[in-house]
């Protein structure tokens, strides 16, 4: 069923919600950005989890796009 929410993606026939788009933005840009808020270089892997906590709202996200998308599928 992913691979179809993708491909509805791609092609246009489902439109993520702007708060995701924000989000998924602001991962990538959080995660290939020098400054961190725990640097692993000073706590070691204490300092992946605040990389894991944005990487697990932005899939939060994700999961929630794909149900309105199953949502809409559904509905007559």
């Known amino acids: 069923m992913w691979w179809r929410f993708l491909k509805a993606l791609r ?6 919600a ?16 020098p400054i ?3 640097p692993e270089l000073v706590l ?4 992946i ?3 894991l906590g944005v990487w697990s709202i932005l899939a ?9 998308w199953q949502a809409a599928l559904k509905a007559p």
Request: charged share 20%; proline share 5%.
């Open 11 to 16: 092609g246009g026939e489902h439109r993520l």
């Open 18 to 33: 702007p708060t995701t788009w924000i989000a998924a933005t602001a991962a990538v840009v959080y995660a290939i950005s």
């Open 36 to 38: 961190d808020l725990i």
């Open 44 to 47: 070691g892997p204490l300092g």
């Open 49 to 51: 989890t605040d990389d």
């Open 60 to 68: 939060l996200l994700v999961v929630r796009e794909h149900d309105r």
